[in-house]
């Protein structure tokens, strides 16, 4: 799975708690998944002359090609997601399914029948980024972080803020939106042929629900999922996040292929459901009539078979394979 770079971003810095650890913890488990920092930001070269719709298609395509794998499931959220139907519209043989994420077709200065107060508001975040982004005080990026997180407490919001701070410089941020703005994807998402899943959060304040909407109805066959919430990007515990997991598993059919490969004995599965409960090895070894020794190798060998180092970590992916179910 290859992951279209988004500019608020940096591979270095992947706290837990937010999606980009999520993202990880969830499909490196399953999939090689690859991520990079898009041009301009991150751990990539931070001047660079090309910022545009199309270096940013020319870049996923550098990455593709490098990762080597000749097919692989695309994941394009948010500005990325335009980037990702791009790609997949140029190269049908090597994107074996489409993930989008709050993504949208056209953007504030590319629309068709432009809105006045719509390019306003447009002109209005360039403004923001270009006066206010490598200030000292956060109040210009504020305006950006109450959009995207309005559902995000203080704490959330400061981190989110210190990355934008740490991703971008003032200069790259306003080309990328300026870039992002003009963005049209109306042409290629018609000529998307692989199986395709497109999310939107009901609430989204940054880019409305119509307009992901209205992505998945350009691209043919693709399935549309409303997810609860207003923030653009989900946190890992909101309810979008565990919607949006249960069908992206379904849809790459990567759960039923973990489980097959990874085997428990019922007795080794017993004891992990007594361990995810939170009961010691003499509760439980008192509630299957064993030993508690007996319980601990039961446990060291639900370890080992799942591949983990801790019983926290083989708890969770066992439930994470369905095998704690009685």
Not at 162 to 181: F, G, H, I, S, W
Not at 273 to 297: C, F, N
């Amino acid at each position: 799975m290859i992951k279209a770079a988004t500019w608020l971003t940096h591979i270095e810095q992947t706290p837990p708690g937010t999606i980009h650890s999520a993202l990880i913890e969830e499909f490196g488990r399953t999939h090689t998944y690859v991520e990079y920092d898009t041009r301009g930001c991150g751990l990539s070269q931070r001047k660079v002359d090309d910022i545009s719709f199309n270096a940013w298609v020319r870049d996923l395509e550098a990455v593709a090609d490098a990762s080597g794998h000749e097919r692989f499931a695309l994941l394009g959220f948010t500005c990325a997601a335009g980037v990702a139907v791009e790609y997949a519209a140029r190269h049908p043989d090597r994107v074996s399914h489409l993930i989008l994420f709050g993504g949208f077709a056209t953007s504030y200065h590319s629309t068709s029948h432009p809105d006045p107060a719509v390019s306003r508001e447009g002109d209005l975040m360039l403004e923001l980024a270009e006066v206010g982004w490598g200030c000292s005080s956060p109040a210009f990026r504020q305006v950006f972080v109450s959009r995207f997180l309005p559902q995000a407490s203080q704490a959330q919001w400061e981190t989110f803020d210190k990355l934008q701070r740490e991703t971008a410089t003032p200069d790259v941020a306003a080309r990328y939106l300026r870039a992002m703005y003009s963005m049209n994807v109306k042409e290629a998402a018609a000529g998307v042929r692989c199986p395709t899943l497109v999310f939107h959060p009901k609430d989204d304040q940054m880019v409305k629900f119509d307009q992901g909407k209205r992505l998945a109805s350009l691209i043919p066959g693709a399935r549309f999922v409303p997810l609860e919430g207003r923030n653009h990007i989900p946190f890992p515990d909101e309810p979008a996040w565990i919607g949006f997991l249960q069908e992206v598993r379904r849809f790459l059919g990567a759960s039923d292929a973990a489980s097959s490969r990874v085997r428990l004995t019922p007795r080794q599965s017993e004891v992990l459901r007594y361990v995810a409960s939170g009961q010691t090895d003499k509760q439980i070894a008192h509630a299957l009539s064993l030993s508690p020794r007996t319980v601990e190798m039961h446990v060291a060998g639900a370890i080992k078979a799942l591949g983990c180092k801790t019983r926290a970590e083989a708890t969770h992916r066992a439930a994470h394979h369905r095998l704690l179910d009685a």
